[in-house]
């Protein structure tokens, strides 16, 4: 067997620049925590949507009925927007910070 050539079971991640094994990325139970979070974080996302949907059905409805914009709803649909926001960054590895309630603080969604 030739040196430059590395045996069938030293199987490394493309591209990963410290030649980490797979079967070490396999074992690992921070790989294994993280898919539990991402499957919770997946949950969540769907739980977001159905209360963004009511929050978007009430907010039209209140201007349709009074002709002007409730600021309560307003602020409540801007901070669901920023907790999907948290989440979808946490579900495409763009952060390590869980969003709530994994980790984080519900955020404030205040309106810029």
Sequence with gaps: MSN???PADDASAAGDPAGKP???NLKSR????RLLYMVICGFLVS??????TFVVVLGFLWVLFSG????QIQ???QSLAAYLYEIIRYLTF???E???PLGNDWPSGSIG
């Design 4 to 6: 430059d050539i590395p």
């Design 75 to 77: 602020h409540a649909g």
């Design 22 to 24: 797979i079967e070490e």
């Design 47 to 52: 739980l977001a949507c159905f209360v963004g």
């Design 94 to 96: 763009n952060t390590e």
């Design 98 to 100: 869980r969003p709530f």
């Design 68 to 71: 002007e914009v409730n600021r």
């Design 30 to 33: 921070a790989t294994w925590t």
